[in-house]
């Protein structure tokens, strides 16, 4: 059973687009955390959100954390090729990051 | 320089050797993990370390041994190779659970 559900598991869109992908679980976790992996490097934190209902925003970038702490999404405005890459989401559960199994983002020029 | 570091990059072995993978931080921090990375499957952690003296198993750690020789240093085994083992490895360092998890650049292991 995968804890933390992703979805869409692939999106390729045209620059200038918005977008959002979600992370989903049943279970509560205490934070949850937004990474981007590009190809060859290791994740790279973009977010933590801790608190029910929080929203955080980095630029184009903007992530919720749902009220009941279950489940988050990221929006991108105005998508851009540099945003290409691997989205992970990951929660604290017993001590432990659970990460999800990504989004691939595409976007076209 | 990178703050955490993984050796080697790459490595391409055969059934039954055994592969060390080295990982080394810079950061100070306490907790190391590792992980690997297969397509479809996500960041899955193998084990993992709060201090020198403290090893934790993770989701998948059958297969696989570690050694935590300072805080500095930790390093997993994979004591006989087999081919379902390739795949990529990530070495991550940690203060607290809920901050900032930094990852090396990555092992890319091919069991042959």
């Known amino acids: 059973t995968q804890l933390l559900e992703q979805s869409p598991q692939f999106l390729s869109i045209q620059e200038g687009e918005n977008l959002t992908v979600y992370c989903n679980s049943s279970s509560v976790f205490s934070s949850l955390q937004w990474y981007r992996q590009e190809p060859g490097e290791g994740p790279v934190l973009l977010v933590t959100v801790v608190t029910g209902g929080e929203v955080k925003k980095l630029k184009r970038l903007t992530f919720q954390f749902g009220d009941a702490r279950k489940d988050s999404s990221l929006h991108i405005t105005a998508a851009q090729p540099g945003d290409t890459g691997l989205y992970l989401c990951?929660?604290?559960?017993?001590?432990?990051?659970?990460f999800g199994k990504g989004t691939r983002l595409h976007i076209l020029p | 320089d990178a703050d955490v570091t993984q050796t080697p990059r790459n490595r391409i072995t055969k059934t039954g050797k055994r592969i060390m993978l080295e990982c080394s931080q810079t950061k100070g921090h306490d907790r190391m993990y590792w992980y690997r990375q297969d397509p479809g499957l996500g960041l899955r952690l193998i084990y993992y370390s709060f201090d020198v003296k403290d090893i934790n198993k993770g989701e998948i750690s059958d297969g696989y041994s570690v050694s935590r020789q300072a805080q500095a240093k930790f390093s997993l085994s994979l004591e006989s190779a087999i081919p379902n083992q390739t795949a990529l490895y990530f070495c991550a360092t940690g203060v607290e659970v809920t901050d900032t998890q930094y990852f090396g650049p990555g092992t890319r292991l091919t069991v042959l």
């Open positions: 990951a929660g604290d559960r017993d001590d432990k990051i659970i």
